[in-house]
């Protein structure tokens, strides 16, 4: 890179917000770490990392039917992920039918791939499950979390004037997620089987 480039402001402009969406992801968890627990440091990374991606897309979806779709998916991540203790085989088709969801619901518009965030939260819980008297607090940080993001994105949105009446129903959103059907079923099963076989064969590290 050349000394002009280095010199020019919007450089320094953009070093600045991304020195600041630093410190402010590493405050995020850390503070979630205090107040859910060690446990769930993971799904603290996945919520940070949705807090700064999800209120600044614009998914083409109305506003509100898409901001409770974040929180449903968030808690379902949790919810889902926990099967892996109750049994495997249980698990598995489970696991299919939840990723099949968050890829049919959110993987349009492609170029935006707001389905990374959803499907790493859901992976991070479940590679690393809590015991049940530990779950109460994982889903309550999800719920937290998809409670500040869903809020967040509602006042983004309606600050940009976007997803109005004019944009896509779940409905209509589903349908266009579903048009590239292979894409959904190969993460769908790709993953359910990944998960699988770490839980049965005991991997310590199934990420």
């Not at 205090?34 to 769930?40: I, R, S």
């Not at 998916?73 to 099967?83: C, D, N, R, T």
């Not at 998809?146 to 006042?155: E, F, P, R, T, V």
């Not at 292979?182 to 699988?196: D, E, Q």
Request: hydrophobic share 55%; net charge positive.
């Amino acid at each position: 890179m050349s000394a002009k480039k280095w010199m020019t402001p919007s450089f320094w402009k953009l070093v600045g917000i991304n020195a600041l969406r630093f410190l402010f992801s590493i405050g995020f968890i850390t503070g979630y770490r205090m107040l859910f627990g060690a446990e769930n440091t993971l799904a603290g990374v996945a919520v940070s990392v949705g807090l700064t991606m999800l209120p600044v897309c614009d998914v083409g979806v109305r506003r509100r039917p898409m901001a409770f779709l974040m929180l449903l998916l968030y808690v379902g991540a949790g919810a889902v992920s926990q099967l892996a203790l109750v049994s495997p085989f249980i698990a598995l088709p489970v696991n299919f039918l939840f990723v099949f969801l968050i890829m049919a619901l959110t993987s349009e518009p492609v170029s935006m791939k707001v389905y990374i965030n959803f499907l790493l939260t859901f992976v991070f819980c479940e590679a690393m499950p809590v015991p049940m008297a530990d779950f109460p607090a994982r889903i309550g940080g999800l719920a937290a979390g998809g409670l500040l993001i869903a809020a967040a994105s509602l006042l983004w949105w309606r600050k940009k004037g976007v997803g109005g009446a004019e944009a896509r129903t779940l409905t209509e959103q589903m349908r266009a997620g579903l048009s590239r059907l292979g894409p959904v079923l190969r993460m769908s099963i790709g993953i359910a089987l990944a998960m699988f076989i770490a839980s049965m064969l005991h991997l310590k590290r199934p990420l």
